[in-house]
């Protein structure tokens, strides 16, 4: 079976609008021959590229359009592909906990890479990077609140801000969150908490 047979055959089972790297079809053929048959399946609409070596069955609903995958979705396709961390920006961590109501123009999040721009359809995702310590638990809610918390930085955290956070957590989660490896203000904070 040819590269390009395999790749169309191996597509027709994936579910439309769930976006996929290049590297799942490292076993069909070279890292070129792939690359290039997916980039003519883009180009006759038959796949939609969202990002580079990112793609995705386009996915049409009645009521919306075309669909789009979240940038969550294919920022972990590219966290995997480049063994890194992202995680959420603390400004959009600090919204997730309802401690504001303001919102990223330009979506940003944090990565264990190197600080850059990717661009995910006709969005441009800024990736910053940050020390270790604030991408501990990422993808998790501990991990989400230790990020509020950075952002918010020892002037803007207080017994308040913990309770909401705390009140929007789990036990598990919270002991995870207060167990994390954080400095020495914010465990004052903790510790005048509970």
């Not at 070279?30 to 793609?55: D, F, M």
């Not at 009521?63 to 480049?82: C, D, W």
């Not at 600080?115 to 991408?135: E, N």
Request: charged share 20%.
């Amino acid at each position: 079976m040819s590269v390009t047979a395999n790749i169309v055959k191996r597509i027709k089972h994936t579910p439309k609008g769930q976006p996929f790297g290049i590297g799942r079809f490292v076993d069909a053929g070279s890292r070129t021959a792939v690359a290039k048959t997916l980039s003519r399946l883009a180009a006759s609409g038959k796949l939609e590229r969202l990002s580079r070596g990112i793609y995705m069955r386009p996915k049409l609903s009645h009521f919306a359009g075309y669909v789009r995958p979240s940038t969550q979705s294919v920022l972990r396709i590219i966290a995997r592909r480049n063994r890194e961390i992202i995680q959420v920006h603390g400004a959009e961590a600090v919204r997730a906990f309802g401690l504001s109501t303001q919102m990223q123009i330009k979506p940003v999040f944090y990565t264990s890479g190197a600080s850059r721009q990717v661009k995910i359809g006709a969005r441009h995702v800024r990736l910053l990077h940050v020390a270790p310590r604030k991408l501990q638990h990422a993808g998790t809610h501990a991990g989400l609140a230790l990020c509020a918390l950075f952002y918010l930085g020892k002037k803007g955290v207080n017994e308040t801000v913990i309770a909401r956070i705390k009140a929007k957590m789990t036990p598990s989660e919270f002991k995870q969150l207060v167990d994390s490896e954080i400095p020495a203000w914010m465990q004052v904070a903790f510790r005048q908490t509970t």
